[in-house]
């Protein structure tokens, strides 16, 4: 069983930063990818971003290209979430997810075999 802990959110005027961070365990980490969502109010989860486990390619939705970076420390189990230049529409609950170990590019919910508890990312205007 994966268990994913996640920290770093929280309120965060428009323009600012945060770093989101994802440490992953009870696996071997080899193949699939870990990644990113998010969930407004009213709203489905949508997919942020993604990194290979073996290769560290990266993937990310359209809304949050050039403003947030997906990395991966292997020797630590951990995936992290840079946001630059947030925006009020960046508001959402942020989940990290691990995928199915076949899944090559992680980029739906669908793909997702574990998810950790979420934490809150708000940005005021």
């Known amino acids: 069983q994966v268990q994913l802990v996640e920290s770093g959110g929280g309120l965060v005027q428009a323009g600012g930063s945060l770093r989101l961070s994802c440490a992953a365990s009870?696996?071997?980490?080899?193949?699939?990818?870990m990644g990113w969502f998010r969930q407004a109010p009213g709203k489905e989860r949508e997919f942020v971003a993604s990194v290979t486990w073996s290769g560290g390619s990266t993937y990310y939705a359209d809304s949050v290209k050039g403003r947030f970076t997906i990395s991966r420390d292997k020797a630590k189990n951990t995936v992290y979430l840079q946001m630059n230049n947030l925006k009020p529409e960046d508001t959402a609950v942020y989940y990290c997810a691990v995928s199915k170990s076949y899944i090559v590019v992680f980029s739906t919910a669908q793909q997702a075999a574990s998810w950790g508890q979420g934490t809150q990312v708000t940005v005021s205007s």
């Open positions: 009870g696996r071997t980490f080899t193949n699939g990818g």
